[in-house]
Each structure stands twice: as structure tokens, then as C-alpha cells.
């Protein structure tokens, strides 16, 4: 599965940049999310719970950071597993480009799933997976924008 998409966040490229680091902001913005741990400045643990269709399950995982192109651009892949639920692994591209101090972040994520996850319908998943970056972006916009210069 593939998701892209492009959002515009009210803030330079450097702040937006800096709370794409931030475990902090992350943790609150991430759906879900119990714990976020910045093991170094290119690994970090999560555990977050998803309830997708009729399967709740609580992942924990690891999400590595590619960072050489940053601030521009950088990438990332993780897995987590769900247990009896299943698994995720994938990566995302980000990059960033500012004028006149708002920021333009345009992603693309790859994911593969399995085990119960996976039989529950591609459908299901595609739109549980754009609902819930739509409410990260949504969320990470608002809590970037409502942080002081």
C-alpha cells in the first residue's frame, strides 16, 4: 500500500524540521501513541494502539531516521508488531520546501502489513491508514503552529 500527500504548515522550514525530531510533539500527535523513545538521533521505539475494523491491537516497534538530506529531505522505515494482530513494516519519504515562511511537507510512505491485519480487507486499510496521517498532519500542524518562534 501507498499513501502520499502534501501539507502546508504555518512555520518555517526549520521549526517544522525541528518537530519532526521532537519525541515530545510526536508522541502527542501520533494516533494512539503510549510511549515514543528517541533512542539516538536516528532510532526511536513506539508503542502505540490502532483499532482498524473490528481488530484493536498494540504494536511496539522501531523507526529508524535517515536524515543525510536533511533539512530538505529525509527518510525513515520502521516494523512494529501487533502480536496476534499482526505486523507493519514500511518507510516514508519527507520533504520540505518553505516560502515566504510556510512550510510545504510532502510525503510518501510505503506500508506492508500481515497477519490478521491483512485479511481484513485492503479497502479498510487503505482509508484507516489516510484517516489516521490525515489526523497526525492535522495534529502535528496545529501543535508546530501554536509553538512560539
Same mark, same amino acid.
Given at each position: 500500500?501507498?499513501?502520499?500527500?502534501?501539507?502546508?504548515?504555518?512555520?518555517?522550514?526549520? $521549526?517544522?524540521?525541528?518537530?519532526?525530531?521532537?519525541?515530545?510533539?510526536?508522541?502527542?500527535?501520533?494516533? %494512539?501513541?503510549?510511549?515514543?523513545?528517541?533512542?539516538?538521533?536516528?532510532?526511536?521505539?513506539?508503542?502505540?494502539?490502532?483499532?482498524?475494523?473490528?481488530?484493536?491491537? $498494540?504494536?511496539? @516497534?522501531?523507526?529508524?531516521?535517515?536524515?543525510?538530506?536533511?533539512?530538505?529531505?529525509?527518510?525513515?522505515?520502521?516494523? @512494529?508488531?501487533? @502480536?496476534?494482530?499482526?505486523?507493519?513494516?514500511?518507510?516514508?519519504?519527507?520533504?520540505?520546501?518553505?516560502?515566504? %515562511?510556510?512550510?510545504?511537507?510532502?510525503?510518501?510512505?510505503? #506500508? *506492508?502489513?500481515?497477519?490478521?491485519?491483512?485479511?481484513? @480487507?485492503? $479497502?479498510?486499510?487503505?482509508?484507516?491508514?489516510?484517516?489516521?496521517? %490525515?489526523?497526525?498532519?492535522?495534529?502535528?500542524?496545529?501543535? #508546530? *503552529?501554536? #509553538?512560539?518562534?
Amino acid at each position: 500500500m501507498e499513501l502520499n500527500d502534501e501539507i502546508t504548515i504555518n512555520a518555517p522550514m526549520a $521549526r517544522v524540521y525541528e518537530a519532526l525530531n521532537d519525541p515530545e510533539i510526536l508522541k502527542q500527535c501520533i494516533p %494512539g501513541c503510549e510511549d515514543l523513545i528517541k533512542h539516538s538521533d536516528s532510532e526511536l521505539e513506539a508503542k502505540v494502539v490502532l483499532k482498524i475494523g473490528p481488530v484493536k491491537a $498494540r504494536f511496539g @516497534g522501531n523507526v529508524e531516521l535517515d536524515t543525510s538530506g536533511a533539512p530538505d529531505a529525509f527518510s525513515l522505515t520502521g516494523q @512494529g508488531s501487533g @502480536g496476534a494482530a499482526g505486523y507493519a513494516k514500511g518507510g516514508a519519504d519527507v520533504t520540505l520546501s518553505e516560502a515566504d %515562511g510556510v512550510t510545504t511537507l510532502t510525503y510518501t510512505a510505503k #506500508v *506492508d502489513i500481515g497477519g490478521k491485519l491483512a485479511q481484513l @480487507g485492503s $479497502r479498510l486499510i487503505q482509508s484507516t491508514a489516510k484517516k489516521l496521517a %490525515g489526523k497526525f498532519f492535522k495534529s502535528f500542524g496545529e501543535v #508546530v *503552529d501554536s #509553538v512560539e518562534a
